[in-house]
């Protein structure tokens, strides 16, 4: 009974061995791996051939808390809990905090320059200390706090040199201080791949910039010439949105206010508002906000001016998070209120809403990455840097474009507006008094030129028996229609007005041979008498013409029109004839044709 107990208890026994085993091994292979993460730490290794080189783990970061520890307090202080270095690592430095990374140059020729870059342009102090052979400390500063003629390297961003020695590795300690947040990479770089780099930097922000240039000049140009105000606020939103990029890039830093350092610090926030601003007033006109509704379009106003009072409440707050944030809220709802608008415009028809919308798409899907890099939830990147470039130089034609088609529109309306005073609106032709003038200088033309002309009016004959026949609606139809086949039968040169209800006047200009006056009038009448697609054969037009030769008829326009007047009005109701002759004695002949 014993051994057979024994024998049952020991199964449970062998199961606990077993697991404590299992623990024992998992705990082990726990730590060779934290062991191997914590061996796995890269040393920095400069070679000219693979550039540009990152710090990634090869460095020891600390954030103090005070901010206030010197170099020397910080090199001294054995008690320090240093990390390693991480570049996709996010600091928040947003309460006077100053993040110090800890770094050893390897050995290394010193045929060319090596430098640690920053790209972070908005960054407000970087302190790059390595000890000399004597035991001082040498201490260089960049930033937006940092005047541009005490940086050690002037560019867009910080690039510091760096200490290199061929035969020992050198210590170097960096301090980070800025109002926000940090999370810039840190690389190293020589004078070579600088160089190379930069060139291709440049030209890409010279394209883009060239283009803003090129668009601000068609814009100004058509603000000018067109007197249309809706090129005027696209230049100047162009010019507020490329001065807001060169910031953000560090551009406008290094040519424009690079020696105002107060002013340095504060633009990378200010300028975004009268851009957004801008951009904002700009759409409103684009869609006519204006007319649609004046409330909407005042609000929007409103908004934009707001602009001003808080950019100088920015430049007076020294609470950097509070300025942030009352960035991005400004930002993002004076956003999304423009874009609202629009859809609103495109949702009651508006033709260029949906275009403005298409236009923005790649600045709205562009302008996320810096805005979370602002909210600390990516770091810095080339997207963060340069992706609003890529969405704008997308942006500009496509607004270009539709403000273009906007404004021939617009021309185009004014133009038939304006000539309602000349142009017969139902039928597009010109009216009496337009003719009248043609006329006068045909005249003219004529006898300086000493080649024949002629004038012809024509009378729709049965235009009372369509209307008693058909309707009303019929006959004011076969009036346009008579009109379009009058336009078919003309020449370019050619001139064909509608006189009155029913009667159109043409002029043919000289020089015309024999034949070719004799064979106009019944042209007209045999194209007029054509039947037309979907239509009886009733309804048609028979036309009478009146024709006079210009000058041999007479020189007097007003007693030329009512010589060919009186000739139709005399025509009898049964005749047969249609084309009618003015000769010089004033008696009429006729045509048949």
């Known amino acids: 009974m014993c051994n057979r107990t024994s024998r049952t208890r020991r199964p449970p026994m062998g199961w606990i061995a077993r697991g404590r085993q299992l623990a024992a091994a998992l705990l082990f292979l726990a730590s060779l791996l934290a062991g191997g993460t914590a061996l796995a730490r890269t040393a920095l290794n400069f070679d000219e051939n693979r550039q540009h080189q990152m710090l990634r783990n090869a460095g020891d970061a600390w954030v103090d808390p005070t901010g206030k520890l010197g170099i020397e307090d910080v090199a001294a202080n054995n008690a320090i809990r240093w990390h390693a270095t991480n570049d996709e690592n996010i600091y928040k430095l947003d309460h006077g905090e100053a993040l110090w990374v800890r770094f050893t140059v390897p050995a290394t020729p010193n045929t060319e320059r090596w430098y640690l870059e920053i790209p972070y342009p908005g960054v407000d102090r970087v302190t790059l200390s390595v000890q000399a052979a004597d035991g001082r400390w040498i201490s260089r500063s960049a930033g937006d706090t940092v005047a541009l003629s005490d940086w050690p390297f002037p560019h867009r961003h910080p690039i510091m040199p760096l200490l290199v020695s061929p035969n020992t ?59 249309d105000h809706g090129y005027t606020l696209y230049a100047f939103s162009c010019i507020f949105v490329a001065l807001t990029q060169a910031t953000m890039t560090g551009l406008a830093g290094l040519h424009l206010w690079g020696d105002w350092p107060w002013f340095n610090n504060v633009a990378p926030q200010i300028v975004p508002l009268f851009g957004v601003a801008s951009l904002q007033l700009f759409f409103a006109e684009l869609v006519s906000l204006r007319e649609r509704s004046r409330k909407l379009h005042r609000t929007v106003q409103l908004a934009a001016a707001m602009s001003v009072p808080l950019a100088i409440y920015l430049m007076i707050t020294p609470d950097v998070m509070q300025r942030l944030l009352i960035i991005v809220a400004y930002i993002m709802a004076f956003t999304v209120v423009g874009l609202s608008i629009v859809v609103w415009a495109a949702s009651r028809g508006d033709r260029y809403a949906p275009w403005l919308l298409l236009g923005s798409s790649p600045v709205a899907i562009g302008a996320l990455f810096p805005m979370a890099r602002a909210a600390g939830l990516i770091p810095i990147s080339f997207w963060t840097t340069h992706g609003m470039q890529v969405a704008i130089a997308l942006e500009l034609p496509i607004l270009l474009i539709v403000l273009v088609m906007r404004s021939q529109h617009r ?85 064909v007005a509608r006189l009155s209800e029913h009667r159109f006047g043409i002029l043919l200009e000289g020089p015309l041979h024999a034949d070719e006056v004799a064979e106009a009038g019944p042209r007209i009448v045999a194209r007029c008498l054509m039947p037309f697609k979907g239509r009886p054969l009733e309804w048609s037009a028979h036309v009478r013409v009146a024709q006079a030769l210009i000058p041999m008829d007479g020189t007097d326009p007003s007693q030329l029109i009512g010589r060919l007047e009186m000739l139709l009005a005399s025509a009898p109701p049964d005749s047969r004839r249609a084309v009618f002759m003015l000769s010089k004695n004033s008696t009429p002949a006729a045509l048949t044709p």
Do not use: C, W
């Open 169 to 227: 590795p050198r210590v170097h300690y960096l301090r980070v201080q800025n109002g926000t947040i940090f999370g810039a990479p840190l690389q190293f770089v020589n004078d070579s791949y600088l160089a190379r780099h930069e060139q291709g930097v440049s030209l890409a922000l010279g394209i883009y910039f060239g283009l803003v240039v090129l668009t601000v000049m068609l814009s100004a140009a058509g603000a000018i010439t067109l007197k």
């Open 411 to 495: 021309r185009e309306h004014q133009r038939r507006i304006q000539g309602l005073d000349r142009i017969d609106p139902a039928t597009g032709l010109i009216n009496a008094a337009v003719f009248h003038e043609r006329l006068v200088r045909l005249i003219a033309r004529s006898q300086r030129l000493k080649f024949r002309s002629a004038m012809l009016l024509v009378d729709i004959g049965n235009i009372d028996q369509i209307r008693r026949q058909f309707d009303s609606d019929s006959a004011r139809e076969l009036t346009l229609r008579v009109a379009g086949r009058l336009l078919s039968v003309a020449r370019e040169i050619d001139t």
